[in-house]
């Protein structure tokens, strides 16, 4: 059963789950309706502290598409994050197995984000972890500074069949530069840009001239009305589970279009 189909009793429940309760009863209910199965991991970072993550995987051997996603959170969350969660969830969902997992600060309760090279480290380790399942595309991204942090590892060359940001930080909060975008030429995957036209940290202004540079590699996904998490305003009229579907529809129908065609192309 896959989430855009569910049953209007189950959709209401859903969507009850996902602004009245908490984190992990919504998880626990997801995994009732048989949307997803997860299970928890340690990563080992070398001379470092081991970080947690969660392995969502599809309901059957049969249903997996092949695609494994590693998705690193923002600074100011953690890997519960709800569009993370969310998001794995729900492409666990349509057959693609997903990592999500903390960097190290956070797990150690820490507020203030490790150094680049740390961080890169934590997630070099999740894709390292995530590699051991032998998938046959991986796909590696994140939000805002998790998918940045992929980005820069891909333009060094560590294995990235794909990347996919949930909030891309183009720029500092409410600043046009400097822009985060240098590295990004040298990424030779396919990019998805999934970006809110509220957000702070990503004016889409400055966000298209990157794209058309990046040429056809690049793909956007617009969330009018969506900030760097990708909410929206009470006023716009639409609720979070639409809002979520159309995340989620957008990233499955990249991931088959541009990640998984790459397959099908290969000699």
Not at 55 to 78: F, M, Q
Not at 153 to 175: E, N, S, T, W
Not at 195 to 215: E, H, W
Request: proline share 6%.
């Amino acid at each position: 059963m896959k989430v855009g189909i569910l049953p209007s009793t189950a959709r209401r429940a859903l969507s009850r789950c996902s602004t009245g309760v908490r984190l992990d009863e919504r998880r626990r209910f997801m995994a009732w309706m048989g949307l997803m199965a997860e299970r928890s991991i340690s990563i080992p970072i070398v001379d470092s502290t081991p970080v947690s993550g969660v392995i969502h995987v599809p309901r059957t051997r049969a249903k997996r598409s092949g695609v494994a996603v590693v998705l690193g959170h923002g600074a100011g969350n953690d890997m519960n994050a709800p569009l993370v969660v969310d998001v794995a969830g729900r492409l666990a969902a349509r057959g693609h197995t997903v990592l999500r997992f903390n960097f190290v600060y956070k797990e150690l309760g820490r507020r203030a984000p490790d150094r680049q090279p740390l961080l890169e480290k934590a997630f070099e380790a999740a894709i390292e972890r995530m590699l051991e399942d032998r998938p046959e595309r991986l796909v590696i991204g994140g939000k805002s500074m998790g998918g940045r942090i992929a980005s820069l590892l891909a333009a060094r060359g560590v294995r990235a069949d794909g990347l996919l940001f949930l909030g891309y930080p183009l720029h500092p909060a409410g600043k046009r530069a400097p822009l985060r975008d240098a590295h990004l030429p040298a990424i030779p995957a396919p990019l998805l840009f999934l970006q809110g036209t509220r957000d702070p940290l990503c004016d889409l202004a400055l966000l298209r001239p990157v794209l058309k540079r990046l040429g056809q590699r690049a793909s956007l996904h617009v969330i009018e009305g969506g900030d760097h998490s990708l909410d929206l305003l009470k006023s716009a009229g639409r609720t979070r589970e639409s809002v979520l579907g159309e995340i989620d529809l957008a990233i499955d129908g990249w991931l088959k279009a541009r990640v998984l065609a790459q397959r099908q192309k290969a000699p």
